[in-house]
């Protein structure tokens, strides 16, 4: 069976001493967080180099910083060519100050929420379980 593995953030910034997280439409029409395949660009890619590439590359976010401590994995099944794929994907938590996002080709939208709206918009179970425990880590971690 083929295996892929991502990366992907949780991005969030404080808007008037609150935390909003970022979400991003993709083409399909989900929500969920900046993600892509590790060594997409480079077979020697780190894991965190994925990440950090990849929010930039989704939203145009360059002073995004990674929060230690924090990592997260979901897996899950799909089909490509008619042949049944294994995906895991890794979940890191980064903070940006910066509001505005550029948007790659592959997305349709972006909207920056609060915790309860973005456990609202987000598409899958997955996206909701991971957006929850890096909610609770910042909570466990005094940064709302």
């Given at each position: 069976m083929p295996q892929e593995r991502s990366a992907g953030a949780v991005v969030f910034r404080r808007e008037k001493g609150k935390i909003v997280y970022l979400l991003l439409q993709y083409e399909k029409g989900h929500w969920e967080?900046?993600?892509?395949?590790?060594?997409d660009t480079n077979k020697d890619e780190s894991e965190t180099d994925a990440v950090m590439?990849?929010?930039?590359?989704?939203?145009?976010?360059?002073?995004a910083k990674l929060i230690d401590g924090f990592r997260e994995t979901s897996a899950w099944f799909f089909k490509r060519d008619s042949k049944v794929v294994h995906k895991e994907a890794a979940y890191h938590l980064a903070e940006t100050s910066q509001e505005k996002v550029t948007l790659?080709?592959?997305?349709?939208?972006?909207?920056?929420?609060p915790f309860e709206a973005a456990i609202e918009k987000a598409t899958f179970k997955n996206a909701k379980d991971i957006l929850r425990k890096a909610d609770a880590f910042l909570r466990e971690h005094g940064v709302q």
């Open positions: 967080f900046p993600r892509g395949l590790i060594g590439r990849e929010i930039q590359e989704e939203t145009g976010i360059t002073d790659s080709a592959e997305h349709k939208d972006f909207a920056w929420l």
